[in-house]
């Protein structure tokens, strides 16, 4: 059935009046307490039935250089403050040295462990989610601001100060003993190399000694064979020249008989014989000419003949002969060989080695009390806490009471826009009915009693 009726146009829910909402909550404010009470209730049951968490902290800060003065004044090790706090908090983060704390005091983390769990599967809840490690700015460090910060959250019933106050010791005590190792092994090594050295100038100290005695050797062998060779060729000259002497003897022997020259003479005293058979003058000669040998005359020249006939040898002859044999005799043994082979402390001899001997005496007497050497600073030790950090129960039930009104309220609005829609639907239909007589006959018929 047509119609050229139009309804009104309905009011836009977009035109909210603040105030009237403000009005239907005020309304509906049993509504709002309800929710706000129903929510405050469930948190306040959260907050104090959730267990509570509690958290403390220690920091540690380079140690003071003289903390560390024995150390580095090893001169083999060295460690400066703020290396000591960066490898401290290296092991203070490693899996390792946290696991191995975990299984050395198992009695402290008997909370932490559940059933049906691995002892590292245990460790690995707590490792992920109770112990946390605190850097500075890498930006903005220097000497004042260098720290490691170590927080522990823990359940009520563990000790949370016994575990990080002894993780921190177990850290710093295990760092001591690999710098006691690692200061060890560099000792070992430095001993072992200055050893080396030592035993490669005592071999380069013996190499020394048998070149200097083979070549002392080589020299007196070398110089004994020289002046035998001049022995025996000086000897060989002595008896050729003594050979020669005789044939000259010989010669002037037959010169002399043949002149008759019995006695030694001269050659103005043999013209004169010739000429006088006797004669009581002295004569004087001097001329410049050798005497002929056979002026000796012949009873002269055979006894030297004789006589170097019957010698055996012409050592006598020559004073050189003499100083070879001294020259040999004294080559007989050398006193700088001698000397060196009846060398006792050898050691005492070698070049070169008296810094490394005064470093290996000084190595060998290196002793660093390790149990006193403070690594770093504990700035700040974990004290028991005065209350738990989590939950905070004021804070979880005022939250809670808000969010339960604000819940409230939305319930409440909702409920007022709602009502609001239909009351304008209601209108709008209501303001059809005079205008429309077929519509008012046909909601009759649908409204008459049956």
């Given amino acids: 059935m047509s119609s050229s009726f139009r309804a009104p146009p309905i009011p836009s829910s977009d035109d909210i009046d603040l105030i009237a909402l403000f009005q239907a909550i005020w309304k509906q404010k049993k509504l709002v307490l309800a929710a706000t009470a129903s929510a405050g209730l469930i948190a306040a049951i959260y907050a104090f039935l959730t267990p509570p968490q509690y958290e403390v902290s220690s920091v540690l800060r380079p140690a003071a250089i003289n903390e560390l003065d024995a150390l580095n004044r090893s001169e083999i090790y060295t460690l400066p403050p703020g290396d000591a706090l960066v490898r401290v908090g290296a092991l203070l983060e490693s899996y390792d040295t946290r696991l191995g704390f975990f299984r050395s005091n198992q009695k402290l983390f008997k909370a932490f462990e559940q059933p049906g769990r691995t002892l590292e599967q245990s460790f690995e809840e707590f490792n992920r989610n109770s112990i946390e490690l605190i850097l500075p700015d890498p930006k903005h460090v220097n000497s004042l601001s260098a720290y490691i910060k170590l927080e522990l959250s823990y359940p009520k019933g563990v000790d949370g100060v016994a575990i990080l106050n002894g993780f921190v010791d177990y850290a710093i005590a ?15 090594n430095r001993l072992s190399e200055l050893k080396g050295k030592i035993d490669a100038a005592r071999s380069s100290y013996e190499v020394d ?5 083979a070549s002392l050797r080589e020299t007196d062998s070398l110089r004994r064979a020289q002046l035998q060779d001049e022995l025996k060729a000086l ?4 008896k050729t020249g003594r050979a020669d002497r005789v044939a000259q003897l010989n010669e002037a022997i037959g010169i002399a008989k043949s002149l008759g020259i019995r006695k030694p003479s001269t050659p103005s005293a043999l013209g004169e014989s010739e000429r006088n058979g006797s004669s009581s003058v002295m004569r004087t000669e001097i001329n410049n000419q050798q ?12 006894a030297e003949r004789a006589v170097l006939m019957q010698r055996k040898s012409d050592d006598f002859t020559e004073g050189r002969i003499a100083q070879i044999a001294k020259e040999l005799q004294l080559l007989q043994s050398n006193r700088e060989i001698e000397v060196l082979n009846r060398r006792e402390n050898e050691d005492l001899f070698l070049a070169g080695v008296q810094p490394v001997r005064a470093e290996e005496a000084r190595l060998r007497k290196l002793s660093i009390d390790m149990s006193r050497l403070k690594l770093v600073t504990i700035d700040e030790q974990a004290l028991e806490p005065l209350r738990p950090v989590k939950p905070q129960k004021a804070l979880i039930i005022l939250l809670g009471l808000i969010l339960g009104g604000f819940f409230g309220a939305f319930i409440a609005v909702i409920r007022h826009l709602v009502k609001t829609r239909q009351s304008q639907l209601q209108s709008a239909a209501l303001s059809v009915l005079p205008n429309s007589p077929t519509m008012v006959g046909s909601d009759a018929g649908l409204n008459k009693p049956q």
């Fill in 235 to 238: 000897r060989t000259q002595l």
């Fill in 209 to 213: 000694k048998e070149a200097r005695i």
């Fill in 174 to 188: 295990k760092e001591r003993e690999q710098i006691a190792a690692d200061l060890g092994v560099i000792v070992k």
């Fill in 291 to 302: 005497i002929p040998l056979y002026f000796m005359g012949v009873e002269a020249l055979e």
